[in-house]
T-cell receptor, first 113, second 114 residues
Framework: AQSVAQPEDQVNVAEGNPLTVKCTYS??????PFWYVQYPNRGLQFLLK??????LVKGSYGFEAEFNKSQTSFHLKKPSALVSDSALYFC???????????FGKGTRLSVIA | KAGVTQTPRYLIKTRGQQVTLSCSPI?????VSWYQQTPGQGLQFLFE???????NKGNFPGRFSGRQFSNSRSEMNVSTLELGDSALYLC?????????????FGPGTRLLVL
């Protein structure tokens, strides 16, 4: 069965600094990793995903993620953080075949002005 | 295009009652998945429906059930509610099922069991 690990419960970063939110996964087949963001009292919003091709994936709101197959990682990055980026970030992965999307525990990002 | 809608948004029930939650997917989407979100357990997969057929089921007791209609709308039902069922229930829709298909989430139904 697939699994996702987000090793940091909380990440703090100063506004304007680069940010990284870490994610590693475990699948038995080909991985399909995703990032979602959740703002207070809201559902999840899709940020980006990796299917195939360039290992650096660009998504919404200036976020990008680097897919590393050998390290089974899909870290979320942004060159310059904004206070409005403060939210709960979820990494998720689906394995090949008829499998559900499995989520990590989430990482709370706090961007300080 | 309208997003995923869920009704009701908030619900208060007492132990032993049952509840039905509704989800309308994005127009044209044929797959609907349900998740339970709690502070302790995070996001847990409940079940997935595609073209009215259940394709996957998570590790939840039989009190949790769902169905999908021919117009792709979905309902989930929880019978004999327990205090631990208090959670945010999220519905997500996608064009098809599996692989790199993106799921789009609704705002959720917050259920409080007293």
């Amino acid at each position: 069965a697939q699994s996702v690990a987000q090793p940091e419960d909380q990440v703090n970063v100063a506004e304007g600094n680069p940010l990284t939110v870490k994610c590693t996964y475990s699948v038995s087949g080909n991985p399909y990793p995703f990032w979602y963001v959740q703002y207070p009292n809201r559902g999840l919003q899709f940020l980006l995903k990796y299917i195939t091709g360039d290992n650096l994936v660009k998504g919404s709101y200036g976020f990008e993620a680097e897919f590393n197959k050998s390290q089974t990682s899909f870290h979320l990055k942004k060159p310059s953080a904004l206070v409005s980026d403060s939210a709960l970030y979820f990494c998720a992965v689906r394995d090949t075949g008829n499998t559900p999307l499995v989520f990590g525990k989430g990482t709370r990002l706090s961007v300080i002005a | 295009k309208a997003g995923v809608t869920q009704t009701p948004r908030y619900l208060i029930k007492t132990r032993g009652q049952q509840v039905t939650l509704s989800c309308s997917p994005i127009s044209g989407h044929r797959s609907v998945s349900w998740y339970q979100q709690t502070p302790g357990q995070g996001l847990q997969f409940l079940f997935e429906y595609f073209s009215e057929t259940q394709r996957n089921k998570g590790n939840f007791p039989g009190r949790f059930s769902g169905r999908q209609f021919s117009n792709s709308r979905s309902e989930m039902n929880v019978s004999t509610l327990e205090l631990g069922d208090s959670a945010l229930y999220l519905c997500a829709s996608s064009l098809t099922s599996g692989g790199g298909e993106t799921q789009y989430f609704g705002p959720g139904t917050r259920l409080l069991v007293l």
